[in-house]
């Protein structure tokens, strides 16, 4: 069974800090890894799909990374702003009969 | 519209009562989830479905049941509510094997009183 941890689970930082957000999987059979966030309250929006082959992905200030090999995917926020208060949440993807499995997230508040 | 439509968004409803959460999807996948939301515990899969003619228990389908009417459309009923079955519920799709990610709806807010 899939295990997906996220470390910090909470992360309080002032305006304009880059920062990096952990997730770890058990099960290094994944296909790719996929980046939500989510705003209190409200459903998920996807931010990023990192290929495996790809093992990087970039979107604006945003910036996913994927080991495979260590069961490890990096999220980086460059010069992070309080729009960007919410939670973290990633999901390995795989085939076959393979369940999404989530972290239960790491919540950011960026404060002015 | 969104890709996966969640009805209703906000419900309260009494102990004992039986309700039906609804969840459409335009994405033409063939897997659809339900999932409920906790404070602290994260997202737990309730039931899934590969195909209309495939029901999966999740890891927490007890007290629940769900009907896949077709590809796009896939129901949760609370037979008899309780009220810790109070949450968020959220519907997602995913293409077979998941390879292009999850989408998920903008959720159900359930209370029960």
């Known amino acids: 069974k899939q295990e997906v941890t996220q470390i910090p689970a909470a992360l309080s930082v002032p305006e304009g800090e880059n920062l990096v957000l952990n997730c770890s999987f058990t099960?290094?059979?994944?296909?790719?890894l996929q980046w939500f966030r989510q705003d209190p309250g409200k459903g998920l929006t996807s931010l990023l799909l990192?290929?495996?082959?790809?093992r990087e992905q970039t979107s604006g200030r945003l910036n996913a990374s994927l080991d495979k090999s260590s069961g490890r995917s990096t999220l980086y926020i460059a010069a992070s702003q309080p729009g960007d208060s919410a939670t973290y949440l990633c999901a390995p993807l795989g085939g076959g009969s393979y369940i999404p499995t989530f972290g239960r997230g790491t919540s950011l508040i960026v404060h002015p | 519209d969104a890709d996966v439509t969640q009805t209703p968004r906000n419900r309260i409803t009494k102990t004992g009562k039986r309700i039906m959460l609804e969840c459409s999807q335009t994405?033409?996948?063939?897997?659809m989830y339900w999932y409920r939301q906790d404070p602290g515990l994260g997202l737990r899969l309730i039931y899934y479905?590969?195909?209309?003619?495939?029901?999966n228990k999740g890891e927490i389908s007890d007290g629940y049941s769900v009907s896949r009417q077709a590809q796009a459309k896939f129901s949760l009923s609370l037979e008899s509510a309780i009220p810790n079955q109070t949450a968020l519920y959220f519907c997602a799709t995913s293409d077979t094997g998941g390879i292009g990610g999850n989408t998920f709806g903008s959720g159900t807010r359930l209370t029960v009183v």
């Open positions: 479905s590969f195909d209309v003619k495939d029901i």
């Open positions: 990192i290929q495996s082959s790809q």
């Open positions: 099960d290094s059979a994944i296909y790719n």
């Open positions: 994405k033409g996948h063939d897997r």
